[in-house]
């Protein structure tokens, strides 16, 4: 038998360890934070895939958890720091929020108009705060815009693509170059012709009224940036009418919608969208009436 | 919104039985997006008497009862062959080694409907058992281990779903069904492995000879020690290993759930039944009680199976059928496809455009019998966001990889995890000239040496029916 005196002996010896074994932990943590920071830039806390971040301390099951998340952008199991979010949660939110910031904000680059043959135009809209305020200047062009347009173009194409900035570059930076030649692909396919591409500054999704006009296109089709969200800031739609006409009803026109990493892949997306415009063409309708 | 009938019929050891179901697809998605077809509701609207299995003798079946069955509960169900628009014919149990079952479940599968497949191997008929006993869903709405014990006539099948996903299957030659008696308790038939196990416990199983309540009790207690193994033992007895059909589990679990299915599974946990033990003329209820009594019922959380004798039946007419993701390519005019051996490779582990190649020559190789070749299709993970170029780089490697099958007259079978199959076929389709017929699914999982089969398109065109099975008459 043990006796009292001995056990308290090998509970206080137990703590000791246990007590040095956290403190070595705390240690060793505070080492690897510290070589971190020495060696590298600071991380970017945009990297973390939420789906797979978890915060909540002292979880009932953290596996549940996990996987309940696989199936929402919404930020759950983040934890809390009394009644506040976590300084991680916070950052990323102001973070994320930032990133949509910027997808309105800044020009789809040269480099990308450069690299995919395209030449550019403008709407009427003069910046992007125009372009933010006034709705109505972003689907018109100048008669100079559009002898542009006819000059470079192909005329009467069964099909004219091309992008637009719309509410996010990051959209058109993040999905143009793999959406593009999976639509031309998929058209190709079907000995459907295209016209040819360009881009469009400042515009919205009614600016294909007047293209589809001036090139005489049967169906007009717009790849572009959509209003950027906090789950993403790189989703791009694509929206196709046949025969646009101006001033058309907002339900003769199709989308596809979310096209991004998250979303449908680019490329998958591009390749649906050849078969959307191949009915078009070939019921000679698009909109409510086409039967996708 | 779109309802097909699906037939399930399954011949067992001891039962034969029917169900129609109707399954419900619908594209879930918004008009907003692209398609996204799912099943969003099955439905059984018809179950058939259950029938004693014809047989001709031992090791015979009969096909003219077996055709008589199905044709006289077609016509009850007022179901015609032509509704039928897919489902599964499988011969389970003792059943698979008699030695016209092959030949049995195609004739079967023909009467059946046109896309109703036949099939049979203990490891598919175990994983179709716990989804018609719905241990799938219990494991994954709970994220639980789940063991089903599905019991029957001849076999014990056993399934293990961890997260909804099946990990690992096993089958042993037990059940209700090993002995049969006549109304005199004389002995009947004997399977052969229970009259070896039957030699240690000094019970004799002579043909002719009356035999004693306890001594079924005997053999039923020993049965039930061997189940009982499955989950405690460290180490497996030698009569364990002797009773594996085929194999052992990969590892001991500890489950969060077991459930029991099969026709023994209604006399397990069934304190209140008012049936003599007789009163099939076999081991059956004796069995269901021994196992009511052992560690393995009794230390374990028990999960009440959806279906017991119908599990089976209710799995291989609800449960067989998936769906391809929406965004597919596919050559319409040769479907359907049966009986595809599937290659899988891993491109984690594949490290260079060469290696890619080899692997899949490599594989795709076990198929090429000696008269020529034998279509396999080609099993990727894929990944959930190609870029243009990638997909045109893994494309040119199929093509390269599978230049025998393209310079053949066997379609070009690609088959994706992740959502890239509709850009792939037609990437495919542009490098070979739109002169190959290609088929190009995703949204299938699928695992090496599985078989599967590719039915007619369903939903306006979007989506092609795939039933996978684990194995096709393990020999």
Redesign the interface.
Known sequence: MINEKDLTEIVERVIEELEKEESREAVDQAVKREAKSNNDEIVDITDVDLKKQFLVDNPE?R??FL?LKESTSARLGVGRAGPRYKTETLLRFRADHAAAMDAVFTDVSDQLIDDMNLFKVKTLCRDKDEYLKRPDLGKKFSDETLAEISNKCEKNPQVQIYAADGLSSTAVEANL???F??IK??L??YNIKIGTPFFVQYGRVASMEPIAKCLNAKVCCVLIGERPGLATAESLSCYMAYDAEIGMPESKRN????IH?D??????????I??VIKAMLEQKTSGLDLDI | METIISAGIDIGTSTTQIVFSNITLENIASD???PQINIIDKEIIYKSDIYITPLLSEDEIDSVGLRGIIEKEYSKADISKSEVSTGAVIITGETARKKNAELISKEMSDLAGDFVVASAGPDLEAIIAAKGAGVDQLSKKE?ALVINFDIGGGTTNIAVFD?GEIIDTACFDLGGRLIKIDDNKKIHHVSEKLKKLAESLNVELEQGREIAVHELEVLADKMADILTEILFAEVKSDDYIYLITNHDLKKKYNPDYISFSGGVADYIGNQSHQDNYDKYNDLGIILGEKITESPLYKENNIFNAEETIRATVVGAGSHTTNISGS?I?YTSDILPLKNIPAVKIDENEINSEAEFKTAVKQKMNWYNLEDGHQAAALALKGK?????AE?TSLAEMIIEAEEEIVESDFPLIVILEH?????L???L??ILD?KKSIVSLDGIKINDGDYIDIGKPLAGGKVLPVIIKTLIFDN
């Open positions: 099951n596996e549940a996987k170059k793999d959406i030649p999976a692909q998929g190709e396919g989308v596809i919608s979310n990493a979303g449908t892949p680019a490329v998958e997306a591009g390749a649906h050849a078969d | 907003y997006t692209v994220n997260s965004t390519t959930k966001n190609y870029s243009f997909i959502d890239a199959a509709k850009v076929g037609q990437t389709n542009r739109h």
